[in-house]
Antibody, heavy 119, light 113 residues
Framework: EVQLVESGGGLVKPGGSLRLSCAAS????????MNWVRQAPGKGLEWVSS????????YYADSVKGRFTISRDNAKNSLYLQMNSLRAEDTAVYYC????????????WGQGTLVTVSS | QSALTQPASVSGSPGQSITISCTGT?????????VSWYQQHPGKAPKLMIY???NRPSGVSNRFSGSKSGNTASLTISGLQAEDEADYYC?????????????FGTGTKVTVL
């Protein structure tokens, strides 16, 4: 069974940093690109970042470019999101999500981890 | 990349059919057959309901169907049931390069009257 479990969320002050983790199991993690998607309270979904299976290709939404860094450790079946210079507008539930290969859709999602940026 | 446009809310009575639209541009919805739809109940993670415009993942009811015309995609829920009350988001793949990049819709709240 495919499982994605996020951790690392919490309360952080504006300008602070946080590192999110996503532990994957039930599939060959090293064969899949992976994504982070966030959802601000009461708002819609926003794609944040993607990383290819071998980390060769990385993309970010303009809203986080230069502040967030996505990475992965295939030996540990883990995905990460390092978030620096956090702003109030980064407050959201952060989901890691796995794509269906070749169809441009996300078929497995974690339960999410809440990041709150507030003084 | 701007969010795809969806109606804020759609409602229907049990047993009826409803349709949710998703309007983008030729750079996303109109440019690729990689439109997907997600259902999200309160406090839960999104669930994939439709991929590649009209395909259903295993286990998704055939009451859910998708289509596309030009820059607008649509999700139709037939035989509306109470459990269908949720938020629905469309999404489009936006690049032919890897890894995947996505743009989501603004979201539609479906209410079963």
């Amino acid at each position: 069974e495919v499982q994605l479990v996020e951790s690392g969320g919490g309360l952080v002050k504006p300008g602070g940093s946080l590192r999110l983790s996503c532990a994957a199991s039930g599939f060959t993690f090293s064969s899949y690109s992976m994504n982070w998607v966030r959802q601000a309270p009461g708002k819609g979904l926003e794609w944040v970042s993607s990383i290819s299976s071998s980390s060769s290709y990385i993309y970010y939404a303009d809203s986080v470019k230069g502040r967030f860094t996505i990475s992965r450790d295939n030996a540990k079946n883990s995905l990460y999101l390092q978030m620096n210079s956090l702003r109030a507008e980064d407050t959201a539930v952060y989901y890691c999500a796995r794509p269906m290969v070749g169809v441009g859709a996300l078929d497995y999602w974690g339960q999410g981890t809440l990041v709150t940026v507030s003084s | 990349q701007s969010a795809l446009t969806q109606p804020a809310s759609v409602s229907g009575s049990p047993g009826q059919s409803i349709t949710i639209s998703c309007t983008g541009t030729s750079s996303d919805v109109g440019g690729y057959n990689y439109v997907s739809w997600y259902q999200q109940h309160p406090g839960k993670a999104p669930k994939l309901m439709i991929y590649e415009v009209s395909n259903r993942p295993s286990g998704v009811s055939n009451r859910f169907s998708g289509s596309k015309s030009g820059n607008t995609a649509s999700l139709t829920i037939s035989g509306l049931q109470a459990e269908d009350e949720a938020d629905y988001y469309c999404s489009s793949y936006t690049s032919s390069s890897t890894p995947d990049r996505y743009v989501f819709g603004t979201g539609t709240k479906v209410t079963v009257l």
